[in-house]
């Protein structure tokens, strides 16, 4: 699917407890699954919120999503809600646009939803 990706700095705080998203608890939350902080996901940086989740506890939570961008793909693990396309850590938009995050702000994207097995889980 064509979308948009954008950054946001929560997703690059190690420390952020996986409580204050929408991915937490709930039947299709992931902290009955041992994870307590954005650190504690293997693919940490590489995280963040998908327009595929509308709200907590969704049943989208945890997909794994290969997000490219000119010659560059990233693989993304979904754990929050993100309305207007995908947002991730700066972290992962700079790996995505040769360290151009920043400067870019936005980014058009083709995102495909692969096995999580490629996010680590």
């Known amino acids: 699917m064509f979308t ?5 700095t929560i997703y690059g705080d190690a420390s952020c407890p996986l ?4 991915c ?3 039947s299709n ?3 009955s699954k041992g994870y307590t902080t954005l650190s504690s996901f293997s693919n940490f940086p590489y995280l963040g919120g998908a327009p595929t989740i509308a709200n907590w506890n969704d049943a989208n939570c945890g ?10 793909t990233i693989n993304v693990l ?6 207007d396309g995908f947002t991730v850590s700066p972290q992962a938009m700079n790996v995505l646009t040769n360290g151009q995050a920043s400067a870019l702000g936005r980014v058009e994207v083709t995102a495909t939803e ?5 996010c680590g889980l």
């Open 19 to 22: 409580s204050s998203l929408a």
């Open 63 to 72: 997909k794994c999503y290969a997000i490219s961008y000119a010659k560059n």
């Open 78 to 83: 979904a754990l929050d809600v993100s309305k």
């Open 29 to 31: 939350g992931l902290e």
């Open 24 to 26: 937490s608890d709930g």
């Open 114 to 118: 692969v096995p999580v097995s490629e």
């Open 4 to 8: 948009f990706l954008a950054y946001d």
